[in-house]
């Protein structure tokens, strides 16, 4: 069951990682849809829950999906540790940093990196 939780004032719906896969763009409107309804900022979504599709640049499952979230204006964020997949990907390695750059779409290896990226500036 997803769980809404605040993360330093910002809303997450964070979804656990037995839950079904994320094939596309149906599935993520069905998050964003999710998310929206419960009041989230951001959903995050464990790597357990993409399949390896995602992280094979070339399926386009990941530039659907990540659009889905841009268009609806929703934060996405990759939790979890996917150092495997990006060993074997130099275009998947500059997504994920160009992603990372950016306030729509984080890949972050645990928790608390996610909650660092929530963390106000002094």
Known sequence: MNTLRD???TSV???PPDGPALLGERDATDLIGE????GAAWVAVPVERF?????????????????????YRM???VLGDISAHLEGSSALRDFVRECNRGGQIWFVPDAEALAARFTPAD
């Open 7 to 9: 993360i330093h004032g």
């Open 35 to 38: 998310g929206s309804y419960s």
């Open 75 to 77: 934060g996405l964020v």
């Open 51 to 71: 399949t390896e599709d995602f992280f094979r640049l070339s399926t386009r499952v990941a530039g659907d999906i990540v659009q889905k979230f841009a268009q």
């Open 13 to 15: 719906l964070v979804c």
